[in-house]
C-alpha cells in the first residue's frame, strides 16, 4: 500500500489525504500556528514532557492558546497511534506530529478575527535512521531568522526560510542546508542542530546566535555526553574554523545523532567518526533505557 499518514483533526480520525482544514484557518492563510513532533522508542512517546515544554513556550510567545492539556494530547495520540497501527499493521517506531493553529475566521491578519484554535494529529512509520554521511550546504542567499524578527526559538508554522535554504542546498547536490546568523556565526540546519568535535571535546552553536533549543540537543549535551566523559563547549563559530574539527554531526528528533561528511568544501570522508559512533552508541542506550523506564508513554 502506499505510504499512509493517520490524521486526527480536532478528535475527528481519518486519513491525512481527506480534506480536513478550512480554507480560512490561519495556519493555511498565513502560518498562524505552532508544533511539535515526538517519535517512539521501543514503543514509547520519547521524551513527551521536553516536547510539550518547549510547545507551551512557543504558543506563549505567538499569544496562541493551547486548546489541549498534556493529558488529553497523550490520550489522543494513543487513539491516533492505534488507529495507525490497525490501519496498516505496523508494528514498527512512529512519528508523531501536532500542530495547533490559531483556527479559522474572517480573512485578515488580525490575531483577534480568530474564532477558536485547531489542532492537528498526524502519525507514520519513522523515517529510517541515517547511517551515511550527510552533506551540508551554506546558504549562499539566506540568513536565518533574526532573534528580534521570527525567534527561531519559536516552532511555528513559518518555515519558508528553512525551505528556501533547503531547497538552495539540494539544488547544489546537498542533503540539507547549514545556516548562518546575521553576524556570519553557524546556527542550525533546516530542521536539525549542529554539533562539532575538536580534540577531546564537543563543540556547538550557542542558543543566543540564533537556533531552536533543540530536544536532543539538550538530552545529549546535559545527560548523555557527560555520561559518556565527554566535554562539551557552546559557542559562537563561523565558516573559518572549519579545518579545525574533526567530526560534524547533525541532532534531531527524527535524525537522533546522524554523522556529517562534508559542511561545503570541508571534508570528514570517514564519517561517521570515533566520537560520532561512541555518541550514537550512548543515545541508543539513553533511549532504550527511557522506553525501559517509561512503559506508560507506550503508543
Known amino acids: 500500500m502506499k505510504h499512509f499518514i493517520q490524521a486526527n483533526s ?16 490561519r495556519g493555511y492563510l498565513y502560518g498562524d500556528a505552532v508544533y511539535e513532533v515526538w517519535r517512539t522508542h521501543g514503543g514509547a512517546l520519547f521524551a513527551f514532557v521536553e516536547h510539550w515544554a518547549r510547545l507551551e513556550q512557543s504558543a506563549k510567545a505567538v499569544h496562541l492558546a493551547l486548546p489541549l492539556t498534556p493529558a488529553q494530547c497523550r490520550e489522543e495520540i494513543t487513539r491516533t497511534a492505534t488507529t495507525f497501527r490497525a490501519q496498516t499493521g505496523e508494528s514498527g517506531e512512529l512519528y508523531v506530529r501536532l500542530q495547533i493553529t490559531r483556527g479559522a475566521g474572517p480573512i485578515g491578519l488580525d490575531p483577534g478575527l480568530a474564532e477558536r484554535s485547531d489542532w492537528t494529529i498526524l502519525v507514520q512509520r519513522t523515517p529510517p535512521p541515517i547511517s551515511r554521511g550527510l552533506r551540508l550546504a551554506i546558504p549562499l542567499t539566506l540568513r536565518r531568522n533574526p532573534v528580534d524578527c521570527l525567534n527561531p526559538a519559536w516552532k511555528t508554522g513559518n518555515y519558508l526560510n528553512n525551505v528556501l535554504g533547503l531547497g538552495e542546498a539540494r539544488r547544489r547536490g546537498a542533503d540539507d542546508a547549514l545556516f548562518l546568523n546575521q553576524a556570519g556565526y553557524f ?9 562539532l568535535v575538536q580534540g577531546a571535546r564537543l563543540v556547538t552553536p550557542r542558543l543566543e546566535d540564533g537556533l531552536l533549543a533543540g530536544i536532543t540537543r539538550a538530552l545529549l549535551l546535559t545527560r548523555v555526553a557527560p555520561a559518556a566523559g565527554i566535554a562539551i563547549e557552546e559557542r559562537s563559530i563561523r565558516p573559518a574554523e ?3 574539527f574533526s567530526e560534524a554531526m547533525l541532532l534531531s528528533t527524527t535524525k537522533d545523532v546522524a554523522p556529517v561528511a562534508a559542511i561545503d568544501g570541508t571534508e570528514w570522508p570517514e564519517a561517521p567518526g570515533p566520537v560520532t559512533r561512541r555518541l550514537m552508541a550512548a543515545w541508543q542506550d539513553y533511549v532504550s533505557e527511557y522506553a525501559r523506564q517509561n512503559p506508560g508513554l507506550r503508543v
Request: charged share 20%.
Open 10 to 25: 480536532n478528535g475527528r480520525l481519518h486519513s491525512a489525504d481527506e480534506p480536513a482544514v478550512s480554507p480560512l484557518n
Open 187 to 195: 546556527t542550525e540546519a533546516s530542521a536539525a542542530s549542529l554539533l
Open 242 to 244: 572549519l579545518d579545525r
